[in-house]
């Protein structure tokens, strides 16, 4: 027990006494039902209880002899008493919500996978004006991120290549300097391929000089293709520790679009340059120097007219890209036949123009109909980031996540998915919320509260299709630091495989607008049962040290 002392006015002293609270009833109920009446837990009953309770069924008696030896006091012998099991649960190296491992088939085509994407991944700040660097490429792939974008441009002289938002007063950054950074942390984080995406706006003389830079920076990382075009992508695993290369053909060819684009001023000169186009695919090509066509593994053409055609279109796989209106507004028409092109092949949706400030979308507006690279902002944060980032954690954080299989698939009658259709409820999550621990280590006396310590609340909430979206909240515990709710929230879903569980604490401010007090957005699908400990991030997603939630996980 202890005690905080605030001062009022500075003139005199608020105390309050600190109690670590501790373990909830249904916790002792636990300990209690598999010690089977002993004073403590052996590994046999460690081992039952991992089993039984928590659903982790591929433990063993190595395992749970592990967690027995760090779990208990170091001058006890026997086995976990109840406060030894209370702190076992409470630590998230052996007690996480969600597995730490790889465990997703990583041999089907790259097109049965959503990929970890950023836009503009050299930005440090807006897209108007901020800085082009190598920091944040080199941020988002110690991340996890798997598709990075470069925007190529000629310098003032015409003879070198600058990484640069193009028609923006953003400052470049050399594309060498870029290439050697993505080689030194291309596989910091995941070993599965890294997908460079190339916005080419470069001479054919050009493109020959930034294919031999790529070449002999990445070496043999880099994957060449064997064919010039593709029936059927390769596998993640096929390409583990490789380098990819997507393109568009060279755009100069599109600039006196813009003329006709007038009425349209609120897009970027990027979204201009991104709508459909009447010039076909092989005039563009031929514009392209050979030793840089060679090095395209994904080849990213562009909507030739009708939107529902181009996605009909049979034959080599590609890559197109939307803008997030597009897809938008393909999928109030063509909603079926943006599902079945994702089958086979790969649609990057990327953030609208408008967002000059890096903010982000809705990232189901991709996922739902199947798209793979869904581009976003990673230098930005906000609550669509914290649903990528939730997205991702999922598999190992590998940066890749198998699509689930109604997205693959095809039904008896050629049917497919569709996002707008309300299903039956196929499972309901049921979430516990029990207490919260570690602000008081974190976070200074004063931080949320001048005068008395935190008032703690916890949002929950469902992510996902339209029918799935719920919104939950507990109700406030006031002046502590460990905050106790034990309340629970049942979530009705219709399709689990694509909802993200969000969590949040927020500190009740009477005055001014709550304060943030740690998130974390889980994938449900990867959500493990039972007690499990939940570490939460700050607003950018990076994790807090200390702070977590002791909650339950069930299905029903």
């Not at 099991?85 to 190296?93: K, M």
């Not at 938002?165 to 050697?180: D, E, Y």
Request: aromatic share 10%; net charge negative; charged share 25%.
């Amino acid at each position: 027990m202890a005690s905080h002392n605030y001062k009022v006015f500075s003139c005199f002293n608020r105390k309050f006494t600190v109690t670590e609270p501790g373990p909830p009833p249904d916790v002792e109920r636990a300990f209690s039902e598999f010690a089977a009446g002993a004073s403590s837990l052996s590994g046999d009953h460690i081992l039952r209880f991992l089993a039984e309770h928590q659903g982790d069924v591929d433990c063993t008696a190595a395992d749970s002899e592990r967690i027995l030896q760090q779990s208990r006091k170091e001058d006890r012998e026997s086995g976990m008493d109840l406060h030894d099991f209370f702190r076992f649960l409470l630590h998230d190296d052996f007690n996480s919500p969600i597995k730490s491992q790889v465990h997703h088939d990583m041999n089907a085509p790259l097109s049965h996978y959503f990929i970890y994407t950023g836009h503009n991944s050299y930005l440090t700040g807006n897209q108007l004006s901020s800085d082009c660097s190598d920091v944040p490429i080199i941020k988002a792939l110690q991340g996890g991120v798997r598709v990075i974008e470069l925007d190529l441009w000629p310098n003032s002289d015409k003879d070198d290549i600058e990484v640069v938002h193009g028609r923006t007063l953003t400052t470049p950054v050399s594309l060498i300097q870029c290439l050697k950074s993505i080689k030194e942390y291309a596989f910091v984080k995941s070993h599965y391929p890294l997908i460079i995406t190339l916005e080419d706006h470069l001479t054919p003389d050009l493109q020959a000089k930034a294919a031999e830079m790529a070449t002999q920076v990445f070496g043999e990382l880099l994957y060449y293709p064997q064919t010039d075009s593709l029936m059927e992508f390769p596998s993640p695993e096929s390409l583990k520790g490789r380098i990819l290369i997507s393109t568009k053909p060279p755009k100069e060819f599109l600039e006196s679009k813009e003329c006709d684009d007038k009425d349209n001023e609120k897009e970027s000169a990027d979204e201009v340059l991104s709508l459909p186009d009447q010039t076909s695919e092989r005039e563009t090509d031929d514009k392209s120097a050979p030793e840089y066509k060679r090095l395209i593994t994904i080849h990213a053409g562009k909507p030739k007219g009708d939107i529902q055609d181009e996605l009909k279109a049979a034959g080599a796989v590609r890559r197109l890209s939307l803008s997030e209106q597009a897809l938008e507004k393909a999928s109030e028409s063509y909603g079926a036949d943006i599902v079945r092109f994702t089958q086979n092949n790969i649609l990057r949706v990327y953030p609208k123009g408008t967002r000059l400030n890096s903010s982000n979308y809705k990232p189901h507006i991709g996922w739902t109909y199947g798209a793979q690279m869904v581009a976003f902002n990673m230098q930005g944060y906000g609550k669509s980031l914290r649903y990528m980032q939730g997205m991702f954690r999922a598999n190992g954080g590998c940066g890749y996540v198998k699509k689930p299989e109604f997205l693959i698939e095809k039904g008896p009658y050629n049917e497919v998915f569709d996002p707008k259709r309300t299903l039956p409820v196929k499972k309901t999550l049921k979430v516990k919320v029990y207490m919260g621990t570690g602000w008081s280590l974190d976070f200074s006396q004063t931080d949320f509260d001048t005068y008395s310590p935190p008032d703690f609340y916890v949002k929950v909430c469902i992510v996902g299709v339209p029918a799935d979206m719920a919104k939950k909240k507990t109700c406030v515990i006031s002046n502590n630091w460990f905050p106790v709710w034990d309340e629970q929230f049942d979530f009705p879903l219709t399709v689990p495989e694509l909802a993200l569980l969000r969590i949040e604490v927020r500190e009740n401010d009477k005055s001014q607008k709550d304060d943030f007090g740690g998130q974390t957005c889980l994938p449900v699908s990867e959500l493990k049962s039972g007690f499990r400990s939940v570490p939460l991030y700050d607003e950018k997603g990076d994790k807090l040290k200390s702070v977590k939630l002791l909650m339950r996980f069930q299905f029903r």
